[in-house]
């Protein structure tokens, strides 16, 4: 090992005096003229190094063994020939491809197997239609009426024609009093759209979802009415919300409908900031 240490420094201290500086020189040419032109690998398209180039006498295909390795690899695995089954598996779907259409954007295409949609992208918007139309349906499935809302629309069934309560009408969206007749959608909100009650309660979703309902309402022409109520049941606190909104519709008047009601649209929305509604 120290033969060894001292035959290197003789070396270094030979090229330090300046023997085999030609040799260097013209090193140093081959290796500029290479660079100009380098030969690219096969896998990656990264430049070989000239000493690798070298020292695989101008063969060199691939700056490392995994670049090499995987572009065989990949090679391997288009040359090879299907297994029986797959061959077998190719012919059954060639001759059984079965007629689909995307339930999403309605287009026509075939498949060994009965899809329901035709892209990735299709999947996926279904994916979220799916999930909203269960919101609605469990947001349904927990309706609870209260007493003071029961008997609001007791009071609109004996006044108006063609009533309907927590009917599913504006797409998917429901109201809990809707009159037909005049275009309004009537929400009665209790405490639980303003305050917290339960630990797993989320007023901004309560919240949130009530602002898409109101738009949605809008968008199918009918008037949102909202009417606030925090307290227990109460007859005459009903009975005078119902006469306030009565008076909102003059031409239906305030006395139990006796004939067809005048159909009545409004352009704008009733405004009952002065009484809490």
């Not at 009903?238 to 649209?265: N, W």
Request: proline residues 3%; aromatic residues 10%; hydrophobic residues 30%.
């Amino acid at each position: 090992m120290k033969n060894r240490l001292k035959l290197n420094e003789k070396l270094d201290n030979r090229h330090a005096n300046g023997a085999g500086k030609y040799q260097q020189e013209q090193y140093q040419k081959r290796i500029e003229a290479y660079n100009l032109n380098p030969k690219h690998c096969l896998q990656c398209s990264q430049a070989i190094v000239y000493q690798d180039f070298v020292s695989n006498r101008g063969k060199s295909k691939f700056c490392s063994r995994s670049c090499s390795a995987t572009f065989n690899n990949k090679q391997r695995q288009q040359n090879r020939p299907p297994t029986l089954k797959k061959r077998i598996y190719k012919q059954y779907v060639s001759k059984n491809l079965k007629a689909c259409v995307c339930t999403c954007c309605g287009t026509e295409f075939k498949s060994p197997h009965i899809k329901k949609t035709c892209s990735d992208l299709c999947a996926t918007q279904r994916k979220k239609e799916g999930g909203r139309k269960g919101g609605l349906i469990s947001a349904s499935r927990q309706i609870k009426r209260s007493k003071n809302e029961i008997y609001f629309y007791e009071l609109c069934k004996l006044n108006f024609f063609n009533v309907l309560h927590n009917e599913p009408v504006f797409n998917g969206w429901d109201a809990d009093i809707i009159l037909l007749d005049f275009k309004i959608a009537i929400l009665w909100n209790g405490a639980w759209h303003y305050k917290q009650i339960t630990k797993q309660h989320s007023i901004s979703q309560v919240q949130n979802r009530d602002r898409i309902k109101v738009d949605v309402i809008k968008e199918a022409g009918y008037i949102p009415v909202i009417i606030k109520d925090l307290g227990k049941f109460n007859k005459k606190f009903v009975e005078s919300k119902f006469a306030e909104f009565c008076k909102t519709i003059p031409e239906a008047g305030f006395e139990p409908a006796r004939h067809e009601a005048v159909r009545y649209e409004r352009t704008e929305i009733p405004d009952f900031s002065h009484s809490g509604i």
